[in-house]
């Protein structure tokens, strides 16, 4: 079945300083990715959509320079978070769709954490 | 817009027993897809079954069930013989049949399933 590889798991940065956060589709081409958030015992919260090559569509209330998002090629998609602060610090999931289906491929999760 | 409703928060089974988690939605439209999606400590989102809106049949996947009631907007799920291993958060998600943007899940708040030994 379709794999997607989120890294990393789990990153501790300081407060200020920016983190990448990578999305892979391993065995499929995926022509949108999703990226979430979520804070514990609640749903998933979009933040962002992104097709390969144009710029990411954001969620109402999403910072776009605080998280930029960046779907270079069909397998690759990148959240960075930019002068992360501690309120920045929760759980980011990606998903990815394959062309023709219409199915969603979820990462394992990024537990961000600022100090 | 299109809204997912879980009304309940937790819900906890007895192993070996079923159980039923339930789901309504709201939607003005004829075509679309939902989803059932678990999310167990390890919080990997893992889809446990699906159902498009087309297909009047009910979608199983061995002990999983779906209850797929167009009129109503309802979408429940049913677990058998629930083992501990079912223990999770569970998610109810809809997602349009159209393309680009529309094509997002929206997702319900989740309901926490407990499995008592």
């Known amino acids: 079945g379709a794999v997607v590889s989120q890294h990393p798991s789990r990153v501790i940065c300081k407060s200020g300083t920016s983190v990448k956060i990578e999305c892979r589709s391993l065995d499929f081409q995926a022509t949108t990715m999703f990226w979430y958030r979520q804070f514990p015992k609640q749903s998933l919260m979009l933040m962002a959509t992104?097709?390969?090559?144009?710029?990411?569509?954001?969620e109402q209330g999403v910072e776009k320079d605080k998280f930029l998002i960046n779907h270079a090629s069909l397998t690759l998609s990148t959240l960075t978070v930019t002068s992360a602060h501690p309120e920045d610090s929760s759980f980011y999931i990606c998903?990815?769709?394959?062309?023709?289906?219409?199915?969603?491929?979820f990462g394992s999760g990024t537990r961000l954490t600022v100090v | 817009a299109q809204t997912v409703t879980q009304s309940q928060p937790e819900m906890s089974v007895q192993e070996a027993e079923t159980v039923t988690l339930s789901c309504t939605y709201d939607t003005s439209e004829s075509d679309y897809y939902l989803f059932w999606y678990k999310q167990p400590p390890s919080r990997q989102m893992i889809l446990v079954i699906r159902?498009?809106?087309?297909?009047?049949q009910n979608a199983t996947e061995n002990r999983f069930s779906v209850n797929f009631q167009k009129a109503a907007k309802s979408f429940s799920l049913k677990i058998s013989d629930s083992q501990l291993g079912d223990a999770a958060m569970y998610f109810c998600?809809?997602?349009?049949?159209?393309?680009?943007?529309?094509?997002?899940?929206?997702f319900g708040k989740g309901i926490t399933l407990s499995v008592r030994p």
């Open positions: 992104s097709n390969e090559g144009s710029k990411a569509t954001y």
């Open positions: 998903s990815a769709r394959e062309s023709g289906d219409y199915g969603y491929t």
């Open positions: 159902q498009e809106a087309y297909k009047q």
């Open positions: 998600a809809y997602r349009s049949s159209h393309t680009g943007a529309n094509s997002k899940l929206t």
